[in-house]
């Protein structure tokens, strides 16, 4: 069955260091999102994409944050200068069409620490 | 701006026992989606509810939706010590999903 899958499975990185999380999609899906989870919090959206460009932000993804699809198959989210607080687990997800109406699959998260 | 909130936060309960998870949202929207987290895991979907009165079951699980309440529950049947988790419903209005604060269930032998 195909799946979302996200590199790396952990991260720790230095406060002030740029990190790229990557994430596979599903091949056929074209909608794709990020979203996270503080540790014992509930999931959080950031930032949805569509045809190449962000179809919808939350007030989290200030311009630290930046995302891309660099080739057809990657999508990846960048945090240009880390603070403690970004210390969170990753979620990327797809989905075949938007309108909120179809299933949106998590891949299996990338745990970023900021130290 | 949306809210979801579900109740009970945390659930302790005996295997064979039947319980009731509560989703609760303040702005009407008609598509709402239960996951599942296991400890250090991604989210796992379980059900999509489009309709006022939809009702869903897979296995011991079952979710419905009323529109009008604003509510969605995911009742368990019997419950086994496999279906210790956490639970989320999440709620779309427009291409995200608002989660809500999610249950802690932990079946007891």
């Known amino acids: 069955e195909p799946e979302v899958t996200q590199t790396p499975s952990h991260q720790v990185t230095q406060m002030g260091q740029e990190v790229i999380l990557r994430c596979v999609p599903i091949?056929?899906?074209?909608?794709f999102y990020w979203y996270r989870q503080i540790l014992g919090q509930k999931v959080e959206f950031l930032v949805s994409?569509?045809?190449?460009?962000?179809?919808?932000k939350s007030e989290i993804f200030d311009d630290q944050f930046s995302v891309e699809r660099p080739d057809g198959s990657n999508f990846t989210l960048k945090i240009r200068s880390t603070k403690l607080e970004d210390s969170a687990m990753y979620f990327c997800?797809?989905?075949?069409?938007?309108?909120?109406?179809?299933?949106?699959?998590f891949g299996p998260g990338t745990r970023l620490l900021v130290l | 701006e949306l809210k979801v909130e579900q109740n009970p936060l945390f659930l302790s309960m005996q295997e064979g026992k039947n319980y009731t998870i509560y989703c609760n949202y303040s702005?009407?929207?008609?598509?709402l989606y239960w996951y599942r987290q296991d400890p250090g895991k991604s989210l796992e979907s379980l059900f999509v509810?489009?309709?006022?009165?939809a009702v869903k079951q897979e296995g011991r699980l079952m979710a419905s939706l009323d529109t009008k309440a604003r509510l969605s529950t995911l009742h368990i049947t019997a419950a086994v010590h496999d279906l210790s988790a956490t639970y989320f419903c999440?709620?779309?209005?427009?291409?995200?999903?608002?989660f809500g604060t999610g249950t802690r269930l932990t079946i007891i032998p």
């Open positions: 999440a709620v779309a209005l427009t291409e995200k999903l608002t």
């Open positions: 091949s056929n899906h074209l909608y």
């Open positions: 994409f569509y045809n190449n460009e962000i179809s919808e």
């Open positions: 702005t009407t929207s008609d598509r």
């Open positions: 997800a797809s989905s075949l069409r938007t309108g909120g109406r179809e299933t949106q699959y």
């Open positions: 509810l489009l309709s006022n009165g």
